[in-house]
C-alpha cells in the first residue's frame, strides 16, 4: 500500500521500500527545506520498517529526476552566513543518507542536476537510463555558484580529482553512457525496465549478492579489478596512471591544481570567481580530508550566493526561463500552428544550419532550395558534417544520426514545397531578390505558408511590400554559427499576424534557440547595437589606437573576442555594408570612419580572404597584420590608449543604443534586450546585459560618461532620450 506526503509516495515491494519524489503541483523535482524534511521523515521511517531491507529513490516526474536547488528559494536569503548555513543543512542530510543503514538505489531518468546529482552521489547505487532524455550534471558554476550539499567532495572521491574537476569547473553535462565510463553512475538501462532493475539490484545489495568495489582515485576499469595484478594491468591506461598518481601524490596534487587554475583563469580572465571557489574547495577535500572540505564549501557557497555575480547569472537563468513560457505576443491565449514541413532558400553556411537544427533538435523535415547543383550538394554536404560531428563526440549515434539527416533533402527548383508551412530564406541581403523569393513561395505555397527572412538588416517591412498576404512575413534573425548561437531574434512588422510570430517562437524553441520577439526597424536591435560598438572600435583604429591592444581592453572588459577580431570574423566588406545602411537610416550619429572602405578596396575582407587586420596561415589567426595601419589616418604611428577608457567608449556606444531601442519601441522590455545581447552578442553575461549594467554602474553616471564622450566626439556619442527622462525621474530599468 502507497503512503503519500504531500510531495512523495512511500511503497514496499518484494521487501524494497520505493520512495518516489513527485513535487506537488510543479512540473519538475527540486529541491527545497520543506522537501528535505518530508524525505528525512520518511527515511526514518524506512530505517525502522522492518517489512523494507533496501530503499529506491525514483521519480514520479515524465522526464526529469531532481533538477536541482529551488533556484528562486536561494534569492530569499539575506546573508552569506544563512545561505552557508542551508548548505551545512544540504551536506548534514545527504550525509545521514550516505550512511544509511540498509542498501539505498537511485533509479535515475530524465534530468538529474545540482542538487539531484549530489542527492544521487549519496546513495550506494545508481542507475541511470539510456534515454536521451537523462542527463547528469553539476552545473552550478553556471550561476556563479559551486555545489552547496557535498558535491565537491563526494564526486573526486568517487572518481578522482581530474574527472570532477573537469565536471565540476565547467558545468558540463554527461549522457548516461558517459557517465558510467567514468563512474559516476554504476549501471545504465532502459527507461522502460528502470524500476524492475532497481528493485533487483536494492534487493541484491540487501541480501550481499551484489557488492560494489570502488578504489578512490583509480579509474573505473581500475576501481573494479579485484587482485594487485590486475590494478597493475588497468595502469597501463596513461589517464589511469595521471589519476593514481595525482590522488596520492601531494607534488602531482599541486601540479594538477596548478595547471587547473591556470587553464581556469585563461578562460574566465578572473571575472568569475565560482570557478575558482570551486577548485579552492576541492583541492581542500583532498589535502584535509571530507570534513574540512565540506566546511569549505559551506563557507565558499554562502559568499558566492551574495555575489553580485551570482545575483547577475541567476537573474539571467529566471529571464531565459521566462521566455519559454513566452509566445512572442502581448495575448498569451494566442496558440501557435504546427510546422510539419519547413522550406529553406539558400542552403549556404546560415542556410545549411538553420536545415540542421530544424532536423537534428525539431524532428522536422526540411526542403532546402539552392540556385544551382553544386549549391545544393553543398548545402547537404553541410548539413552531413554537423552530424558527424555530433556522432565523433557520441552526442548521437549513427543510426539516430541517419534518421536526422533523412529528414532533409535539397533541390534547385521549387518541387516539394507546395505542403510546407513555414519557408525561412538565407539568401543574400538584397532586397530585390528577397521580393523575388517572396513572390515565387506565394506561387507555389498557400496563403497561410509562413514566409521568414533571415535578414540581419533590412527591414521586414521593405520585404513584406512584395508579398500579398503581408501578415504572413515575419523575420527569423539567426547568429552564426547557428547550430552553435543560442539566439534567435524573431522580428514583426505592424501587419505580422500574432499567430505567426507565435508559430516562429515556437519553432525557435523547438530548435533549441532563445527567442527574443522584437518589432521591425533598420538593423533591428542586435545588429543595431552592434553597429556603433563596432564604429567605435572602427574610430579607436583611425585615432591610432594598436589593434591587440583595443581587442586585448574589451575582452578584458567581459567580450569573448575584440571587436577587430570581430570585424575579421564577420567580414570587413559586410561590416562596411552594414555600415552604410545604419548611416542612410540614422545620419551621422551611425556614420563609420572611412576606415572599412579603404580596407575593402585593398581586398582586406578578413578571414574568409586569409587577408585582414590579423595575418591567417592554413585558416588559423596569428598576428595582427601591421601592414594594415598603412590604411589608417596615423599611419605606422600607434598611440597609447587606456584599455579601460578604450573599452567604455565601445561598450557606453552599445548600452546606449540598447536604451534607445527600448525608448522607441524596438525592444519589448530590459529583459529581452539583456538577453539579446547576451545570447547574441556575447555581452558579459557577469554584467547582466546592457540594462543591467547601466543600472548597477547608475544612470546618473552612465549619462555623464556619455555627455563627456559627446563633448570630446561629437554627436555619436548624444545621450538616448530615455537615459536622460529615467535619471530625471529617478527610474531604473529592472
Not at 64 to 71: C, D, E, V
Not at 182 to 191: H, R
Not at 493 to 499: E, I, P
Request: hydrophobic share 40%; with cysteine.
Amino acid at each position: 500500500m502507497s503512503t503519500p506526503t504531500k510531495n512523495f509516495s512511500y511503497v514496499v515491494e518484494a521487501g524494497v521500500a520505493v520512495i518516489t519524489f513527485d513535487m506537488e503541483g510543479e512540473p519538475v523535482n527540486t529541491i527545497a527545506p520543506q522537501v528535505s524534511q518530508e524525505f528525512e521523515g520518511l527515511m526514518t521511517r524506512a530505517a525502522s520498517d522492518s517489512s523494507a531491507k533496501a530503499i529506491v529513490i525514483i521519480s514520479g516526474k515524465k522526464d526529469t529526476f531532481i533538477a536541482g536547488a529551488k533556484i528562486d528559494f536561494l534569492q530569499t536569503i539575506k546573508t552569506a552566513g544563512d545561505a552557508s548555513a542551508l548548505s551545512r543543512q544540504g551536506q548534514a542530510g545527504f550525509d545521514r543518507l550516505d550512511a544509511f543503514e540498509k542498501p539505498v538505489v537511485a533509479a535515475i531518468h530524465g534530468a538529474c542536476l545540482g542538487g539531484g546529482l549530489e542527492w544521487a552521489l549519496a546513495c550506494d547505487y545508481r542507475i541511470a537510463t539510456d534515454s536521451p532524455r537523462t542527463s547528469l550534471a553539476l552545473p552550478e558554476v553556471q550561476l556563479g555558484l559551486i555545489p552547496g550539499a557535498g558535491g565537491t567532495q563526494r564526486l573526486p572521491a568517487l572518481i578522482g580529482a581530474q574527472a570532477a574537476l573537469d565536471l565540476i569547473l565547467t558545468g558540463k553535462t554527461l549522457k548516461a553512457k558517459k557517465a558510467l565510463k567514468l563512474g559516476v553512475v554504476d549501471e545504465v538501462v532502459p527507461a522502460p525496465i528502470l524500476r524492475q532493475i532497481a528493485l533487483s539490484r536494492a534487493g541484491e545489495l540487501a541480501d550481499g549478492t551484489l557488492k560494489i568495489e570502488r578504489q578512490r582515485g583509480l579509474a573505473p576499469s581500475i576501481a573494479k579489478s579485484k587482485s594487485f595484478p590486475e590494478i597493475l594491468k588497468g595502469l597501463t591506461n596513461r589517464e589511469a596512471w595521471a589519476e593514481f598518481a595525482l590522488e596520492d601524490n601531494p607534488l602531482g596534487r599541486k601540479v594538477l591544481f596548478d595547471q587547473a587554475k591556470k587553464q581556469l583563469l585563461k578562460k574566465t580572465r578572473g571575472k568569475y570567481p565560482a570557478p575558482e571557489k570551486a577548485l579552492e574547495v576541492v583541492r581542500i577535500g583532498l589535502e584535509k580530508g571530507m570534513k574540512a572540505g565540506l566546511e569549505a564549501e559551506a563557507a565558499a557557497f554562502g559568499e558566492l550566493v551574495m555575489n553580485d555575480i551570482s545575483k547577475r547569472l541567476v537573474e539571467i537563468f529566471f529571464a531565459t526561463t521566462a521566455l519559454k513560457k513566452d509566445n512572442g505576443v502581448a495575448d498569451p491565449k494566442v496558440k501557435p500552428r504546427e510546422v510539419k514541413k519547413l522550406g529553406m532558400l539558400g542552403g549556404g553556411l546560415m542556410g545549411g544550419g538553420i536545415a540542421y537544427v530544424s532536423a537534428a533538435l525539431s524532428g522536422v523535415p526540411v526542403r532546402i532550395k539552392d540556385k544551382d547543383e553544386a549549391g545544393a550538394g553543398r548545402a547537404m554536404a553541410h548539413v552531413r558534417s554537423l552530424f558527424d560531428e555530433r556522432v565523433k563526440k557520441r552526442s548521437l549515434t549513427w543510426r539516430e544520426a541517419e534518421k536526422a539527416m533523412a529528414l532533409v533533402s535539397a533541390t534547385t527548383d521549387y518541387s516539394g514545397f507546395k505542403r510546407v508551412d513555414l519557408v525561412i530564406e538565407a539568401v543574400f541581403e538584397d532586397l530585390k531578390l528577397k521580393h523575388q523569393m517572396v513572390k515565387d513561395i506565394e506561387s507555389v505555397c498557400g496563403p497561410e505558408t509562413i514566409f521568414a527572412s533571415n535578414t540581419s538588416s533590412i527591414p521586414i517591412t521593405e520585404i513584406a511590400k512584395a508579398s500579398k498576404h503581408p501578415e504572413t512575413v515575419v523575420g527569423m534573425h539567426y547568429f552564426s554559427p547557428v547550430n552553435k548561437m543560442p539566439l534567435l531574434e524573431v522580428i514583426t512588422h505592424k501587419g505580422t499576424a500574432d499567430w505567426v510570430t507565435a508559430t516562429c517562437v515556437e519553432v525557435g524553441k523547438k530548435q533549441g534557440k532563445t527567442v527574443i520577439v522584437v518589432n521591425d526597424g533598420v538593423g533591428f536591435y542586435t545588429s543595431r547595437i552592434l553597429a556603433p560598438y563596432m564604429n567605435e572600435a572602427a574610430f579607436l583604429l583611425s585615432e591610432g589606437a594598436d589593434i591587440a591592444e583595443l581587442d586585448r581592453a574589451l575582452v578584458d572588459f567581459g567580450f569573448p573576442v575584440g571587436p577587430i577580431t570581430l570585424l575579421d570574423e564577420v567580414g570587413i566588406d559586410v561590416a562596411a555594408k552594414v555600415a552604410k545602411i545604419m548611416h542612410a537610416a540614422f545620419g551621422d550619429r551611425m556614420l563609420a570612419p572611412d576606415t572599412t572602405d579603404a580596407l575593402v578596396k585593398d581586398g582586406r575582407l578578413g578571414r574568409k580572404a586569409q587577408k585582414g587586420f590579423y595575418l591567417y596561415e592554413h585558416g588559423k589567426k596569428g598576428e595582427v597584420d601591421t601592414s594594415i595601419y598603412a590604411l589608417t589616418p596615423q599611419g605606422k604611428d600607434r598611440k597609447r590608449f587606456d584599455r579601460s577608457e578604450m573599452a567604455e567608449r565601445c561598450a557606453l556606444q552599445m548600452v546606449n543604443e540598447a536604451i534607445r531601442c527600448l525608448g522607441e519601441g524596438v525592444l519589448r522590455s530590459p529583459r529581452d534586450g539583456d538577453i539579446g545581447a547576451i545570447f547574441g552578442l556575447g555581452f558579459p553575461p557577469f554584467l547582466g546585459g546592457p540594462f543591467r549594467y547601466a543600472d548597477a554602474q547608475g544612470l546618473g553616471k552612465i549619462l555623464l560618461r556619455t555627455e563627456h564622450f559627446e563633448e570630446r566626439h561629437g554627436k555619436r556619442f548624444t545621450p538616448a532620450p530615455l537615459l536622460a527622462e529615467y535619471v530625471k525621474t529617478g527610474r531604473k530599468f529592472h
